[in-house]
C-alpha cells in the first residue's frame, strides 16, 4: 500500500514534513488509513494506543487499562493543541523547539533544561 494521498498526523512542528511523503497533512489527535495509524504526539500516542486497544480487546478492556495507568489528563492550563493554542505562545514553544533541537536535545530536554520546570522541582 502507497502511502501517497494519505492523510496523516504528528506533533505540530514536523507535521508539514509528511508532505515529502506524499502525505497530506492534518491536524488530528488520531488518524487511521488503512494500515496506518497516526498520533500528534506524546499524549495523542496514548489515545492512540487506546484507540488500538480497543480496536482488539473491546471498550470494557480498554477502560479497565485506561485505569491501570491511570490516565486521566487534566493539565492545569489549555494549550496542548496547537489550534487553540495563542500565537504568542506558539512563538514561544517554536523558539524553544528549534534552539534545543540544534542543542540535540530535542523535548526530552527541553523538559530538563527548563527553569520552570526546575522551578517547580524546587
Known sequence: MSVTGLKATSHWKPINLLKDFGVTPVRERVVEQGKYITAAGVSAGIDMALYLVNKIVGEDETKAIQLAIEYDPQPIVDSGNYSNADERIRKIAEKKLTK???????????????????KMIK
Open 100 to 118: 534545543d533541537a540544534t542543542k540535540g536535545l530535542g523535548l526530552l530536554g527541553m523538559i530538563k533544561n527548563s527553569k520552570d520546570i526546575l
